[in-house]
């Protein structure tokens, strides 16, 4: 399985981002907001408008929850 990247926060929505890539027992990088890097960072890098989580699938940028929900069920994995 390919390495997962999730930008979080301490929010409901990363915890469920979390916990679902956890539960898949896949491999994932996990960088925080405040401790990894800044809000400023997170908006320069994913738009204004972007919402915590962001995830990646190694160097592929997949979006939101919603987005990295959609390609865990187009891949298969859940």
């Known amino acids: 399985m390919t390495t997962f990247v999730l930008y979080a926060d301490c929010g409901i929505e990363s915890d469920r981002i979390r916990q679902l890539l956890k539960s898949l027992n896949g491999e994932y990088l996990e960088y925080l907001v405040g401790v990894d890097f ?9 738009g204004q408008d972007a919402e915590y989580p962001q995830v990646a699938v190694g160097t592929t940028h997949i979006g939101g929850l919603k987005d990295a929900l959609h390609y865990l069920q187009d891949q298969g994995l859940i």
């Not at 800044?38 to 994913?46: C, K, N, V, W």
Request: aromatic fraction near 22%.
């Open 38 to 46: 800044s809000d400023r960072q997170f908006r320069m890098e994913f």
